[in-house]
């Protein structure tokens, strides 16, 4: 199993730790045992001088967990119906998070988790997990690049504008695997790659 992302990669601020999700795992263990996982395939950040963060005007009880220690997971409910999972970057008492956009998942539908809610729902992650440490402990983390995905450099990635927001839209924090079919939503003039993601028995993290 590739090793999981430590704390201290979560210490820094939410738009240098976005890009560098990327081509990362979300994993989570089932009740059976085994491994649920997929590649991040599209990140957003946040931070608490920009208008569009949950913890912008105000803390409060509902967002209490952005203001926290870097490196646990922040999941908030989207028009009172939707889950969406972020992950508390920076430092504690400053609102910082990285939303987690997509995820491609190997041998399943490319778009089955090509969305904040689609994600958690794939993923069976909803409010329980808020606050949660970002550790196989607790079992649901994020893991390594591995080395089929080690390489993943700008000229991978397309940086554009978030999606979704009324606040805070100029602001370029959102970040997508160029070569993926299973992003959200691509910037303008970018069109879908006709082959699919490269998620493979190749690609398979040892142990998994």
């Given amino acids: 199993m590739p090793s999981h992302l430590p704390p201290s990669f979560f210490a820094r601020p939410a738009e240098v730790v976005a890009p560098e ?3 990362c795992l979300l994993v ?12 991040i395939v599209e990140t957003e950040a946040y931070s608490q001088d920009d208008p569009a963060c949950h913890g912008y005007r105000r803390r409060s009880p509902s967002n ?3 203001f926290g220690e870097p490196g646990r ?3 908030y409910v989207s028009y009172g119906i939707h889950h969406c999972v972020n992950v508390v970057t920076d430092r504690a008492e400053w609102a910082n998070g990285v939303l987690l956009r997509a995820v491609a998942l190997p041998d399943e539908p490319e778009r089955v988790a090509a969305g904040p809610a689609l994600l958690a729902r794939r993923f069976g992650i909803d ?3 808020d606050a949660q440490p970002v550790d ?3 079992g649901l983390w994020l893991a390594a690049r591995s080395p089929g995905w080690a390489a993943i450099g700008p000229g991978d990635l397309v940086q554009t504008t978030r999606i979704g927001i009324s ?3 100029e602001l370029p924090w959102r970040w997508y695997l160029r070569a993926s079919r299973s992003v959200s939503k691509r910037a303008r003039g970018d069109r879908t790659p006709a082959r699919a993601d490269a998620l493979s028995v190749a690609a398979l993290p040892a142990g998994f």
């Fill in 21 to 23: 999700l990327i081509g």
């Fill in 28 to 39: 989570k263990r089932q009740a059976d045992g085994e491994f649920l996982w997929g590649l």
């Fill in 64 to 66: 209490e967990t952005l």
């Fill in 73 to 75: 997971f922040y999941v």
């Fill in 127 to 129: 409010g329980r997990r």
């Fill in 136 to 138: 196989p402990e607790a």
């Fill in 167 to 169: 606040q805070g839209q």
